[in-house]
């Protein structure tokens, strides 16, 4: 069966997630899509980021009760910094069975060339493409590609970790199970700098 792997830092999970993982599974011949969750990002700086358990937690919450939606802390235990293709090749060992699409926003896969063997993953895995505002959905690499024409909803994390930082309210931004974990753990409430 087809698997959507939908890897990000989620830092924290928003309602523009849960919007493209819910279109997805609703729209396309696949069984899961898996929220990846990436402890250490390669073009990230790990301090920014909410501790990886805390980040996966948060997912949990979200998609409670969704037996599509799946929250993967798969690459917890994979060296780090967190490399897609290593991911890739661990998940086609485990679930050789399984076929893996990846979802990614075109800001994104703007940049799948500098990414770790990215001849490797373009060869052998396929796209789902969602735009983001200000990227346009370019093919220049020659990937197989399908472009996902879903809501567009644009939040960022960095915009929802300011409004928490500034005491503002992330209510309609997050699930309720999501903002009630938060404030009662105080996530987010230091000085994080700004980061997508």
């Known amino acids: 069966m087809k698997i959507a792997l939908y ?6 999970i928003h309602n523009g997630h ?14 899961e899509l898996w929220f990846v969750v990436t402890p250490q990002n390669p073009f990230k700086i790990e301090k920014k ?3 990886a358990n805390h980040r996966y937690q948060l997912i949990k919450f979200a998609i409670d009760g969704e037996n599509k939606l799946r929250a993967s802390n798969i690459e917890f ?17 485990k679930f050789p069975n399984d076929e893996f699409v990846i979802v990614m ?5 703007k940049n799948i060339s500098k990414w770790k063997n990215a001849n490797y993953i373009l ?14 959905i370019e093919n220049t690499v020659g990937a197989s590609i ?4 879903g809501p567009q909803l644009y939040i960022t994390s960095t915009y929802i970790r300011e409004l928490i930082k500034n005491k503002k309210s992330i209510r309609f931004l997050v699930p ?21």
Do not use: C, M, W
Not at 77 to 93: A, D, G, Q
Not at 176 to 196: A, G, P, R, W
């Open 146 to 149: 399908k472009i996902i024409d």
């Open 176 to 196: 309720d199970t999501v903002k009630d974990e938060i404030e009662i753990n105080n996530y987010y409430n230091n000085s994080l700098e700004k980061e997508t």
């Open 123 to 136: 060869e052998n895995y396929s796209f789902f493409i969602y735009k983001r505002p200000g990227f346009e």
């Open 18 to 31: 849960l919007i493209i993982a819910n279109h997805i599974v609703q729209t396309e011949n696949i069984k």
């Open 7 to 12: 890897f990000g830092s989620f830092n924290p």
């Open 77 to 93: 235990n994979l060296p780090k910094p967190s490399y897609t293709v290593n991911t890739l090749v661990y998940l086609k060992e």
């Open 105 to 109: 926003g075109s800001d994104g896969f």
């Open 49 to 51: 980021l909410l501790n």
